[in-house]
């Protein structure tokens, strides 16, 4: 028997799917174990988000499988709807229902067939988990950047789902608070032991999220390190720039050289 | 989903479909009822129609027709049912529409007894169609514009330089304007009514939308002079418009009269009932009745009961159309008009 | 889920049966002259160069009335949505009735006004003794039909801008306000972004305009749907008559490809409903000019010819009188408006979530049916429904009332689905994706998150539907039950014989109902919401 740390809570399996000209993901396979972060780091456009999507069920592959704790959950043949696959997201655009108030947020992620005293309990337990006890009664529009987030957050995390999707949850937020929430959000994920997967274009942030990163570039997942072997790479590329990895024109994305 | 509230929708939406549905009609005791569709206006149909339902305790059912949609209503209605007729009579307010219901078959023969002594001008010879209380194709003139003397005797004073942009014509396509239409090619010919409308073209004559608006605009002095019916001149009158109706062609062509008829549906849900409502509405009671009330229609029998000032039909000079003739050639000289006035 | 499944096929099925098959079957018919296959009917059409000729006038006229709404109301949304305009309450409350008097009365009124002979312009005269009437405005010509029209259809912009510029994000223009005086704001920012809706207001406008026959044969200009009426009433050539239709259809899928060209990959979607009711603009010195202006609208749009009603109307009595003798009709009229709005508005509820779905491979089909019977003829439809209808088997829907709720659907649903795409185009859809995660039961997912964020346009879409049905005169008459009646139906077969005073009171009446529901939807929209995110 395998230790359960070792158990592959994710699996694609040679997954492709072409839905327009600019969202093409060609043979993807990757494996994501459990309690694993992994981050998908690449340019806007590369198809982080479709890969993101795909895992949630938002769309159909059209060619391969993927597996979500060895159950097969979309195959050319048969396809799970996102309700069905124990994981939960957060949106980049957060997407908190605007007539919500962020109790009635996190009540209607909870979904139906729990008891109504439960249900109470569990919003309680979210809100304090994110600091938000006291907006309880808030509409998102009342909220400040950063509270939306650790709404967005909590309403994700209520659902206590065994897998966590990011989608670049940390857009539009200033960097002193980025840092705050990514921390937040990285002892929850590992205190829950969520396997998690977190897409960014952010180099430092998926160093410090992640296990592993996948390197993106358009299409599909051009190369996989452990977190410190690219840490490494990229102290590498400061110190002798141009050498291993090239630097776009806003230093941001980050291309292997041939 | 809440199981109770599901239900609820369930037996509320069941509740107004069937409030809705034809089953509220079938249900219970087979219902006396006939169903009529008019052409005649509401406002003088309605009254006569009550009548019958209490005299007789048959419920009428109607659909009146509207000038709104040019008339295009309850014809191709009853054309388009007739596969599964849903009306009984048609209470037409004119002639030619009846006969071409005849020939699109939608019709079925009835001779009513009431209609005995109508004139056989006005009845078909199968029974298709009877003829009762007629309207006159007449000039109405505007009293303060124009002087009595001046008055047009026929119509075609109005293709003459004095009224040149001072006339006017409803839309040749619609109503009775087209039977007129039809009526003088069928009378005249096709030579000389092509040139009679020409000509009326050349004298800047006004195409306005219906006769109730050559009525209204003579009334109002816009125009001093127009075609159109009786009881649209009537009506202007009693409202207060220094308007007269003059019957054109007293010496000559006479004036056209457009009788109502009346028809019964072929394979109407109710033929007997139907049948009972054709002798009413053909009795001399309702003839004097649509005499008498603001459409002045005429009655085709000599010995119905008329108000005072009333311009009886032996008075006039009737054109002497066959009317089946017209319903030839109305689509002809109906397109002819339309290629010449509608631009 | 099956019920997703099951909800979304019959809806389509109903739509088609409803709306497509009635129009489908007179194009077979017409394909069939004389009981023989053949495209007679299509090589008559435009033989004539008179058709041709009465065909670009009517498109003229309805591209000039569409091109005055939105002149003059996407500038009277902005300015009651965002401003400071003196009395926007008022006028909030107004700008609908436009669209609740039927444009035979504007028209009456305006040559009341302005026509030869006007008793008005006559009492001028000889107040200041002036010898000829005085020399005005000619309004019997193309370019006075399409004023006319315009002021009876220009609301429908202004319902649509409206509902565009609530349901957006107003951040979005705050951002551009930092760095931009408000006028760039709205042209650069704020106009393109409710463009969607612009366009929609735009095409009711011009549809309606182009079926308008009243209107232009009171001014005597001819045009071409009463070529249409004339294949019917004189001629009874359905067929021709529906061919005559094709190009108007054909027409109407052209707007709908110029729309899509047009918006191409644009995204219109306002990222976060972040709605804070902000502060209006204010005006300053323009703040009188922006009041007279709306003023100036809603006077010549409303008041004018409200007031002319009333003046016709004369006393109590007969407003009493149409109560008495039309209480029927009048019961008939709401019962059926009620629920064919409510319908229409379920039904285009689903096609347009479906038009939207970006899975969905038969969105674009669906979406060019949808435009199909938009501009379909009112007669030429009911003598389809006829056609459809009339048959042993269905007698319990045509003898009954539903066969009308049916005729309304499948004229108006193209309508509330066109303001129902706008208002979805501007919806996130990650945020129905949030919903997918973690609701199982489709219907619940619909009723909690869909529904609540499409209220805007639900609403407008329900007003508009249920306007348009209080008024539908001639599908009606094709298909009405005998006995019964509708207040429309009373309206035009009064008319005729001048029955004016119970004509106005009727018409009264008509824009009494219209207004009340109308409002109530507005306000009852603004109580559900009031602490909400929708405060305005």
Same mark, same amino acid.
């Given at each position: 028997m395998a230790n359960s740390m070792d158990k592959e809570m994710i699996k694609l399996k040679n997954?492709?799917?072409?839905?327009?000209?600019?969202?093409?993901?060609?043979?993807?396979?990757?494996?994501?174990?459990?309690?694993?972060?992994?981050?998908?780091?690449?340019?806007?456009?590369?198809?982080?988000?479709?890969?993101?999507?795909?895992?949630?069920?938002?769309?159909?592959?059209?060619?391969?499988?993927?597996y979500i704790n060895d159950r097969c959950v979309s195959s050319p043949v048969k396809e799970e709807p996102p309700y069905n696959r124990s994981l939960s997201m957060?949106?980049?655009?957060?997407?908190?229902?605007?007539?919500?108030?962020?109790?009635?947020?996190?009540?209607?992620?909870?979904?139906?067939?729990?008891?109504?005293?439960?249900?109470?309990?569990?919003?309680q337990e979210a809100l304090k988990l994110v600091r938000l006890e006291e907006y309880i009664n808030a509409y998102p529009h009342q909220l400040s950047g950063g509270e939306k987030q650790r709404l967005a957050l909590a309403r994700a995390l209520v659902q206590e789902p065994k897998i966590l999707l990011l989608d670049e949850p940390m857009s539009g937020l200033d960097s002193i608070l980025r840092k705050e929430l990514l921390e937040e959000i990285k002892e929850i994920i590992s205190r829950m032991s969520i396997t998690a997967i977190y897409v960014t274009h952010e180099v430092q942030e998926a160093i410090f999220m992640a296990d592993r990163i996948g390197l993106m570039k358009k299409g599909g997942i051009d190369q996989i390190f452990t977190a410190d072997a690219f840490a490494a790479i990229i102290k590498q590329e400061e110190e002798k720039p141009g050498k291993v990895i090239r630097l776009d024109r806003d230093n941001r994305y980050y291309f292997k050289t041939k | 989903m809440n199981r109770r509230f599901f239900y609820i929708m369930i037996i509320g939406l069941t509740a107004i479909l069937f409030s809705l549905s034809g089953a509220?009609?079938?249900?219970?005791?087979?219902k006396k009822e006939v169903v009529v569709f008019t052409a005649l206006d509401q406002v003088f149909s309605e009254p006569i129609l009550k009548e019958f339902q209490e005299k007789t305790g048959i419920k009428v059912k109607a659909v009146y027709d509207i000038e709104a949609t040019k008339t295009t209503g309850l014809v191709n209605r009853l054309i388009a049912e007739k596969k599964n007729p849903q009306c009984d009579v048609f209470w037409n307010n004119e002639i030619i529409k009846?006969?071409?219901?005849?020939?699109?078959?939608?019709?079925?023969?009835?001779?009513?007894?009431?209609?005995?002594?109508?004139?056989e001008h006005f009845k078909d010879k199968e029974g298709f169609w009877t003829g009762f209380a007629a309207r006159a194709r007449v000039i109405v003139v505007n009293k303060d514009n124009v002087n009595k003397e001046n008055y047009p005797t026929s119509i075609y004073d109005l293709t003459?330089?004095?009224?040149?942009?001072?006339?006017?014509?409803?839309?040749?396509?619609?109503?009775?304007?087209?039977?007129?239409?039809?009526?003088?090619?069928?009378?005249?010919?096709?030579?000389?009514?092509?040139?009679?409308?020409?000509?009326?073209?050349?004298?800047?004559?006004?195409?306005?939308?219906?006769?109730?608006?050559?009525?209204?605009?003579?009334?109002?002095?816009?125009?001093?002079?127009?075609?159109?019916?009786?009881?649209?001149?009537?009506?202007?009158?009693?409202?207060?418009?220094?308007?007269?109706?003059?019957?054109?062609?007293?010496?000559?062509?006479?004036?056209?009269?457009?009788?109502?008829?009346?028809?019964?549906?072929?394979?109407?849900?109710?033929?007997?009932?139907?049948?009972?409502?054709?002798d009413y509405l053909l009795s001399k009671e309702v003839e004097e009745k649509l005499a008498s009330c603001p459409s002045v229609q005429m009655p085709l029998r000599a010995d119905v009961k008329t108000p005072d000032n009333f311009v009886s039909i032996d008075e006039i000079k009737t054109m002497a159309v066959d009317f089946e003739n017209v319903a030839d050639v109305m689509e002809g000289s109906v397109k002819y008009v339309q290629q010449l006035f509608i631009r | 889920m099956n019920q997703s499944r099951t909800i979304t096929s019959t809806s389509i099925m109903l739509f088609i049966i409803i709306a497509i098959l009635p129009v489908v079957l007179m194009f077979w018919r017409s394909l069939f002259p004389d009981h023989s296959f053949g495209f007679e009917n299509y090589f008559a059409l435009f033989s004539d160069p008179r058709q041709i000729t009465l065909f670009c006038r009517s498109l003229g006229l309805a591209s000039a009335a569409a091109f005055l709404s939105v002149l003059i109301g996407v500038p009277f949304a902005f300015l009651i949505a965002r401003t400071d305009v003196p009395g926007r309450n008022i006028l909030k409350a107004l700008y609908l009735l436009p669209l609740c008097i039927p444009p035979y009365i504007h028209v009456i009124a305006w040559i009341y006004l302005l026509g030869e002979n006007s008793p008005v312009i006559a009492y001028i005269a000889k107040q200041f003794s002036l010898g000829t009437p005085l020399p005005l405005i000619n309004i019997y010509c193309t370019a006075g039909s399409a004023v006319i029209l315009c002021l009876s259809y220009f609301p429908f912009v202004v319902l649509l801008t409206l509902t565009g510029l609530l349901s957006m994000d107003q951040r979005l223009e705050e951002a551009a306000r930092l760095q931009y005086k408000p006028f760039k704001v709205l042209c650069r920012v704020t106009l393109p972004l409710i463009s969607p809706y612009i366009f929609s207001g735009a095409v009711f406008v011009f549809i309606f305009s182009l079926f308008n026959y009243g209107v232009p044969s009171l001014l005597r200009v001819h045009t071409y749907p009463v070529e249409i009426f004339a294949q019917?009433?004189?001629?009874?050539?359905?067929?021709?008559?529906?061919?005559?239709?094709?190009?108007?259809?054909?027409?109407?899928?052209?707007?709908?490809?110029?729309?899509?060209?047009?918006?191409?990959?644009?995204?219109?979607?306002?990222?976060?409903?972040?709605?804070?009711?902000?502060?209006?603009?204010?005006?300053?010195?323009?703040?009188? *000019?922006?009041?007279? #202006?709306?003023?100036?609208? /809603?006077? =010549? !749009? +409303?008041?004018?010819?409200?007031?002319?009603?009333?003046v016709q109307t004369g006393s109590w009595e007969s407003v009493s009188a149409a109560l008495r003798t039309s209480s029927g009709a009048i019961f008939t009229t709401l019962f059926l408006a009620l629920i064919s709005a409510t319908a229409i508005v379920c039904l285009s509820f689903v096609l347009s979530r479906l038009i939207e779905d970006k899975q969905f491979k038969g969105r674009t089909a669906l979406d060019f049916m949808t435009f199909i019977p938009f501009s379909f003829p009112a007669t030429v439809l009911g003598i389809g429904l006829i056609y459809f209808w009339n048959w042993s088997i269905t007698e319990l829907i045509y003898k009954g009332s539903l066969i *009308?709720?049916?005729? #309304?659907?499948?004229?108006? /649903?193209? =309508? !509330? +689905?066109?303001?129902?795409?706008?208002?979805?185009?501007?919806?996130?859809?990650?945020?129905?994706?949030?919903?997918?995660?973690?609701?199982?039961?489709?219907?619940?997912?619909?009723?909690?998150?869909?529904?609540?964020?499409?209220?805007?346009?639900?609403?407008?879409?329900?007003?508009?539907?249920?306007?348009?049905?209080?008024?539908?005169?001639?599908?009606?008459?094709?298909?009405?039950?005998?006995?019964?009646?509708?207040?429309?139906?009373?309206?035009?077969?009064?008319?005729?014989?001048?029955?004016?005073?119970?004509?106005?009171?009727?018409?009264?009446?008509?824009?009494?109902?219209?207004?009340?529901?109308?409002?109530?939807?507005?306000?009852?929209?603004?109580?559900?919401?009031?602490?909400a995110w929708i405060k305005r």
């Open positions: 997954v492709s799917i072409r839905i327009d000209k600019n969202r093409v993901l060609e043979n993807i396979s990757i494996q994501v174990k459990q309690g694993e972060c992994f981050a998908l780091l690449g340019p806007s456009g590369c198809g982080k988000t479709t890969l993101l999507r795909l895992i949630a069920g938002f769309e159909r592959p059209q060619w391969g499988e993927i957060v949106f980049q655009d957060l997407a908190l229902w605007p007539h919500m108030t962020a109790k009635e947020n996190i009540n209607f992620a909870l979904g139906s067939g729990i008891k109504r005293k439960i249900k109470k309990q569990k919003i | 509220g009609i079938g249900f219970g005791a087979e009846s006969i071409l219901l005849k020939r699109k078959g939608v019709l079925a023969p009835y001779i009513s007894p009431s209609a005995k002594d109508i004139p003459k330089p004095v009224w040149k942009g001072k006339a006017a014509i409803a839309n040749p396509l619609f109503g009775t304007t087209s039977t007129h239409v039809a009526a003088l090619f069928s009378y005249l010919g096709d030579k000389k009514a092509k040139q009679f409308f020409q000509d009326l073209k050349k004298n800047q004559i006004k195409v306005v939308d219906g006769n109730s608006v050559v009525k209204d605009r003579t009334g109002s002095g816009s125009i001093s002079a127009g075609f159109t019916d009786t009881d649209d001149v009537s009506v202007g009158i009693i409202s207060g418009m220094p308007i007269t109706p003059i019957y054109p062609d007293k010496g000559s062509i006479g004036t056209l009269l457009i009788p109502n008829t009346v028809c019964l549906i072929a394979n109407s849900p109710n033929p007997e009932r139907g049948k009972a409502l054709i | 019917f009433s004189a001629f009874y050539n359905e067929g021709l008559a529906t061919a005559q239709s094709f190009p108007l259809v054909i027409m109407a899928l052209s707007l709908l490809i110029l729309q899509r060209y047009y918006m191409g990959s644009r995204s219109y979607v306002t990222m976060d409903t972040g709605m804070s009711g902000s502060v209006p603009i204010s005006l300053g010195r323009f703040r009188i *000019l922006a009041g007279g #202006y709306s003023f100036f609208i /809603i006077f =010549f !749009s +409303v008041f004018f010819p409200i007031g002319f009603l009333v *009308l709720v049916i005729a #309304y659907a499948a004229r108006f /649903i193209p =309508f !509330s +689905v066109r303001v129902l795409n706008s208002n979805f185009k501007q919806i996130s859809p990650s945020l129905k994706e949030a919903a997918m995660l973690s609701e199982k039961s489709w219907l619940k997912r619909i009723i909690k998150i869909d529904i609540p964020l499409s209220a805007q346009g639900l609403a407008a879409g329900w007003i508009i539907a249920f306007i348009l049905c209080m008024g539908e005169l001639g599908t009606t008459l094709l298909v009405i039950p005998p006995g019964k009646g509708t207040i429309a139906l009373k309206i035009y077969t009064l008319m005729h014989y001048g029955a004016n005073q119970i004509v106005a009171s009727l018409s009264l009446i008509l824009i009494l109902i219209n207004l009340f529901f109308c409002t109530a939807v507005v306000f009852g929209l603004k109580q559900k919401w009031q602490t």
